[in-house]
């Protein structure tokens, strides 16, 4: 079952920064937050992860708070093509493995 | 190259008839997944297999049966097909042992008359 809390729709300005909060109250210590985007239909796709450290790669930031029971996934300057719904999950490195998805967050990227 | 592969994309089926879904992942990967995402958008995983053994069954009909032939291939058969069945499945692969990431197929949708 998801352990992560998200709003279930937000709204971005092109061009400004998309902040997407999660909570992970139940966090584990040894749970790492993932973070997966779904546009329209197609297959999910691979944003970013972190385990405590603030991560960023090309796509995006993750902001994960110092207790760990929340993040935030930052995109930086969102574009048209950004809008999707958008997936945190917790997970236990090397567990079988499960990626257990919730509801997402549906955001819309407005012109 | 698509890393991970499903055929066919569209399948449309009458109640009752049995019907299979291929995956392939060319990524080297030694686990991979079927995810079920239903008309409410839901995603749930179905079932998992590392290195050609079953190692997640989550709660599905015993209609539905993984087939995985060898690392790089995990197919789904489904027998007698029913109206909830209808759904857009996923494929999906990783590297189990590392904490990265599933990458997934781009679905194939089911629909069932």
């Known amino acids: 079952d998801a352990k992560t809390t998200q709003p279930p729709s937000m709204d971005c300005a092109e061009g400004r920064a998309a902040n997407l909060p999660c909570n992970h109250s139940?966090?584990?210590?040894?749970?790492?937050v993932y973070w997966y985007r779904q546009i329209h239909s197609q297959g999910p796709q691979y944003i970013i992860h972190g385990l405590k450290n603030n991560e960023t790669n090309e796509m995006a930031s993750l902001i994960i708070t110092e207790d760990r029971k929340s993040s935030t996934l930052i995109l930086p300057h969102a574009t048209l093509r950004d809008t999707a719904v958008y997936y945190c999950i917790v997970r236990v490195a090397d567990t079988g493995n499960q990626f257990y998805f919730g509801t997402g967050t549906s955001l819309t990227v407005i012109p | 190259d698509t890393a991970v592969s499903q055929t066919p994309k569209y399948l449309v089926t009458q109640m009752g008839n049995d019907k299979s879904i291929k995956c392939e992942q060319n990524?080297?990967?030694?686990?991979m997944y079927w995810y079920k995402q239903d008309s409410k958008k839901f995603l749930k995983i179905m079932f998992s297999?590392?290195?050609?053994?079953?190692?997640i069954n989550e709660t599905v009909p015993n209609r539905f049966s993984p087939k995985s032939p060898d690392k790089a291939h995990l197919n789904l058969h489904i027998n007698s097909l029913e109206l909830g069945d209808s759904a857009v499945y996923f494929c999906?692969?990783?590297?189990?042992?590392?904490?990265?990431?599933?990458?997934f197929g781009e679905g194939s949708r089911l629909t069932v008359l």
């Open positions: 999906a692969s990783s590297l189990r042992g590392y904490t990265g990431e599933l990458f």
């Open positions: 990524l080297g990967h030694d686990t």
């Open positions: 297999y590392n290195n050609k053994e079953l190692i």
């Open positions: 139940t966090i584990s210590g040894n749970e790492y």
